[in-house]
């Protein structure tokens, strides 16, 4: 299989490094490779930038607290993911409730090991067909592992935040959580809430077009609706909120979450609220630029064209994270008027090489 035989065995080999055999060992090796790629500069969980000489991607990051309180966004970007050279994991994850930091920030630590955990997993149960030819065959399988592989990793995580109710008391609160993981010219993007991913591509006439990649998990969407209704949940709009529909429980009014998946929030976990993530892919072409990973304090006052008009338009593209949340904190000012500023973080992730002298830098 040329190519994708050699990146799974590679994967495969440098997980099977841990002391142990089996999941811990897995999970050991993967927690083992996220130390050394912090020690390199591989890993970037702060505003800043992520770029590795020879490589083909070039990520800024940024995120700016709102008026809320503690700033519950956090973002991870990991270069070389699973030691592998031409791989990159990028997630953002917004919290909520009063645990909502805490739950976010654990699961941005555990998402990227559990992964590639379950994916040495997944791969070791899998029959690699040597006789497939196509290079969208390849492809095909390859998303299937890292499907199955993410819809593992979401419920372990999901069943290991419960557990930890002792340290992290995630009754009441939780976080969303969008990553992708760059494999070549393949993406597979996983979702869970509200947060969104836009592509910026070319047209045939030379401008940039915005490609909405995932779904906004709103409790209003009607399978998320009949899910949460049958499950004796209910979803309505306060009077003071029109348009702002959240799940409630039976017979409170509690706890009003905006969205309808997320890790945590076990309150609402038996009435419909899932973790499960909406898991997609999309072969990376020439035309394709880079893509927008934000929070939904972004997509609330800035629309997906948007969004890619001011990424491109940044003079520097290191800053252009910084731009586009600069931008929709100026936009919340102007549209929402008396309305606390949400939390507003932005992963632009551009897909082509990007010559500089820095491996990592942090933005001032």
Known sequence: MGHFSAMFNGLARSLRKG???GRCGGREAAESMAKDAKKNDLILCTSGIVSVDGSNNFASVFSKRGKKGVNQDCCIVWEEFGCQADMIFCGIFDGHGPWGHFVAKRVRESMPASLLCSWQETLAQTSLDPDFDLEAEKKQQLFNIWKHSYLKTC???DQELEQQKRKIDSFYSGTTALSIVRQGNLIIIANVGDSRAV???SSDDGSLVAVQLTVDFKPNLPEEAERITECQGRVFCLND???????????EESPGLAMSRAFGDYCVKDYGLISVP??????????DQFVV???DGVWDVISNQEAVDIVSSAPDRAKSGRLLVDCAVRAWKRKRK????DDISAIC???HSYSSSHQHATLK
């Not at 348009?243 to 429980?249: A, E, N, S, T």
């Not at 909406?278 to 035309?287: A, D, F, K, L, P």
Request: hydrophobic share 45%; no cysteine.
């Open 278 to 287: 909406e898991v997609t892919h999309r072969n990376i072409t020439s035309q």
């Open 199 to 201: 592509l910026a591509t």
């Open 19 to 21: 002391k142990n055999s």
């Open 293 to 295: 990973l934000a929070t």
């Open 338 to 341: 008396g309305i606390a500023t």
């Open 155 to 157: 419920a372990a995580i």
């Open 349 to 351: 992730l551009f897909f």
């Open 241 to 251: 909120e029109p348009g702002v529909h959240r799940v409630w429980l039976p017979d």
